[in-house]
């Protein structure tokens, strides 16, 4: 079982949809969580930090569940510009990342 | 600002030979990952650097990768007698300290002929 799991997609949808991704992660000691957003040929860059509260960036909302070791991100009124690849990032207690194989977006007009 | 600035941009060499790829990060950042990524697939460990504690290795592929941090700034990261399996994007990323954001370089693209 890998580290940090995600659904590959991938999701297309039309502009002004609400989009949802999960991921799950194994090492409950996990300390701190990340979405990312890579373009095609690009390299991947911070989209939010993730907070036990949950917290909301614009139309992107991102939560964490300890209790069921998952993290979410949200994405309300989808764009155009939003089409990407979705890396959900964990950290151990010894600050060690592992990424995602990341979730595909494809928002059509 | 400067970012996290990686050098070269692409490398193209021959079965066997050593390569050198170098990152340079964001002044003051203390926490310093290098990962590789191939084609179509999702980046893969290789090493964390955090300020003076020894380096995470786990996620190096073989003893023909090795890396290293000098004074605490500019990382290289070795690939010796390489691989066409070496081919890939190398990424390399910096954070103020661990569990900060990270902010990546552009890549190294490898190419083994």
């Known amino acids: 079982r890998k580290e940090v799991e995600q659904d590959p997609g991938p999701f297309n949808v039309p502009e002004g949809a609400t989009v949802a991704f999960n991921c799950t992660y194994s090492n409950s000691a996990s300390q701190s969580f990340f979405w990312y957003r890579q373009d095609c040929r690009k390299e991947p860059k911070l989209l939010m930090s993730v907070y036990s509260s949950g917290n909301e960036d614009g139309r992107f909302t991102a939560q964490l569940n300890r209790a069921s070791q998952y993290i979410s991100l949200l994405i309300r009124d989808s764009k155009l510009s939003d089409s990407a690849t979705y890396l959900c990032?964990?950290?151990?207690?010894?600050?060690?990342?592992?990424f995602g194989d990341g979730t595909t977006l494809t928002v059509k007009p | 600002g400067a970012g996290v600035s990686q050098s070269p941009s692409n490398k193209v060499t021959e079965k066997g030979k050593d390569v050198e790829l170098r990152c340079d990060p964001i002044s003051g950042h203390t926490a310093l990952y290098w990962y590789r990524q191939s084609l179509g697939q999702g980046l893969e460990f290789l090493i964390y650097?955090?300020?003076?504690?020894?380096?995470?290795k786990s996620g190096l592929p073989s003893d023909r990768f090795s890396a290293e941090r000098t004074g605490g700034s500019v990382s290289t990261l070795t690939i010796q007698r390489t691989q066409q399996e070496d081919s890939a994007v190398y990424l390399c990323a910096s954070s103020s300290r661990s569990h900060q954001p990270q902010h990546f370089g552009d890549g190294t693209r490898l190419s083994i002929l």
């Open positions: 990032v964990v950290n151990t207690n010894a600050g060690k990342s592992t």
């Open positions: 650097f955090q300020g003076n504690s020894a380096p995470d």
